[in-house]
Every structure is written in structure tokens, then in C-alpha cells.
């Protein structure tokens, strides 16, 4: 059964720093892109990173990009992100999911085929 | 602000066809594939089309969607009760970012 449990969330006062886990089963971890999206209360997601199968092709959203890091442990089959300077906005679920990327007549693609259920921090 | 545009809300009553629209630009929807994401209360969201208008195995064939210039739509025919959700757009920008759409809450009457 594919699944990603994360972890590690919680309440942070700002300014302070948390470390999010990601646990992947079911599936060749290697073989894919993984994404962290966070979802503020009331709001629609929002695209955090996301780290090429390698630990190549990384990016960050501009919102986040000097405060988190992304890495990935394929032998562990775990994905993290390293979240410093912690704002309240920065307050959401934040999810871990499996990405799947290409180039198909022309355009690129790239979508979240597997989600975790998330974790909460909060930033207070 | 959410970078791609969707109603806030829906409505239909059971069995009939709803639409729903995500307006882009040529930085985003233009220039790459979309896909649609749906939230039931309480749980993550799930993927429900894409590269614009491909199903997943899980989602039944009611779920088609569309794509015409900087614009996507996503139609749910033979409504359910269980169809009531937010559902999301979702695409690439040119700098290889994603974004999202603001989320339509579908109501089913």
C-alpha cells in the first residue's frame, strides 16, 4: 500500500525552527519527485518545494526560499524539510507528497499523484 | 491571492452536470499541463484529473476536464452527494513553481 506519514510538527514560537519527516512505503522512493505543500486554515494550498529523485531539481516557493531546506534520505525512504526563521504565516498542514514530472508534446508536467495526511505547525 | 482563478463556490442538485473554471496566464496554465485536486472535509487533497484532462484508476469517468489557452475547466457530470468538496486547480509557471487555484466549495443541493 503506497503511503507517506509525516511528522514533526508542532507549536514554535517565531523566530524558532522545526525539522518536518516524511516516511515513504510502497513504493521505489528513488524513483520519484517528493513536494511539501502546506494549507493554511480556510485557505487553498500552497506549493512549498520540491526535490528531483536525486536530490537534484530543487526549488522552493519565494515565500519560504532562505528560511527552508529541503533533502531527501532515499535509503531511508525520507523526505524532510528544515524550516529556520519561522513566522506566524507560516502556520498551515503541511503535506508531503509523491511527484510525478515530464515533458509531453511540448509542455512540461508535473502533479501530485500520493499525499500524506499531513502535520500541523503552528507558529505562535 | 492565489496566482490562478476560480469561483469561491458551486451548486447543483444530484444527477446534474456542474463546471468548474481556473483562469490562468501564458506563465502558467498557457505554457504547462493542469491538474485538479479534490478536498473532502477534513482529509488531504487527492488527485482527480491530470496533464489536463487525464483520470487517475481511482476517479470514476463522471470527472473530465479541459483546457483552452490560459484557462482550464473541470466538469462533474451525474452529481453526487459525495462530490460535495473543494476542488483545486493546479498548474507550472515558467520558473517551474507551482501554483495553485483559490479552491471552489461545490454544494450539493
Known amino acids: 500500500q503506497v503511503q507517506l506519514v509525516e511528522s514533526g510538527g508542532g507549536l514554535v514560537k517565531p523566530g524558532g525552527s522545526l525539522r518536518l519527516s516524511c516516511s515513504a512505503s510502497?513504493?521505489?522512493?528513488?524513483?520519484?519527485?517528493m513536494s511539501w505543500i502546506r494549507q493554511a486554515p480556510g485557505k487553498g494550498p500552497e506549493w512549498v518545494s520540491y526535490?528531483?529523485?536525486?536530490?537534484?531539481?530543487?526549488y522552493y516557493a519565494d515565500s519560504v526560499k532562505g528560511r527552508v531546506t529541503i533533502s531527501r534520505d532515499n535509503a531511508k525512504k525520507s523526505l524532510y524539510l528544515q524550516m529556520d526563521s519561522l513566522r506566524v504565516d507560516d502556520s498551515a498542514v503541511y503535506y508531503c507528497?509523491?511527484?510525478?514530472?515530464?515533458?509531453?508534446?511540448?509542455?512540461?508536467?508535473?502533479?501530485?499523484?500520493?499525499w500524506g495526511k499531513g502535520t500541523t505547525v503552528t507558529v505562535s | 491571492q492565489s496566482v490562478l482563478t476560480q469561483p469561491p463556490s458551486a451548486s447543483g442538485t444530484p444527477g446534474q452536470r456542474v463546471t468548474i473554471s481556473c483562469s490562468g496566464s501564458?506563465?502558467?496554465?498557457?505554457?504547462?499541463?493542469v491538474c485538479w485536486y479534490q478536498q473532502l472535509p477534513g482529509t488531504a487533497p487527492r488527485l482527480l484529473i491530470y496533464?489536463?484532462?487525464q483520470r487517475p484508476s481511482w476517479v470514476p469517468d463522471r470527472f473530465s476536464g479541459s483546457k483552452s489557452g490560459t484557462s482550464a475547466s473541470l466538469t462533474i457530470s451525474g452529481l453526487r452527494s459525495e462530490d460535495e468538496a473543494d476542488y483545486y486547480c493546479?498548474?507550472?509557471?515558467?520558473?517551474?513553481?507551482?501554483?495553485f487555484g483559490g479552491g471552489t466549495r461545490l454544494t450539493v443541493l
Open positions: 526535490m528531483g529523485s536525486s536530490s537534484n531539481s530543487i
Open positions: 501564458s506563465s502558467n496554465i498557457g505554457g504547462s499541463y
Open positions: 496533464r489536463d484532462n
Open positions: 507528497a509523491r511527484g510525478v514530472g515530464g515533458h509531453y508534446n511540448g509542455y512540461n508536467y508535473f502533479y501530485m499523484d500520493v
Open positions: 510502497g513504493f521505489t522512493f528513488s524513483d520519484y519527485y
Open positions: 493546479a498548474s507550472w509557471d515558467d520558473t517551474l513553481r507551482g501554483v
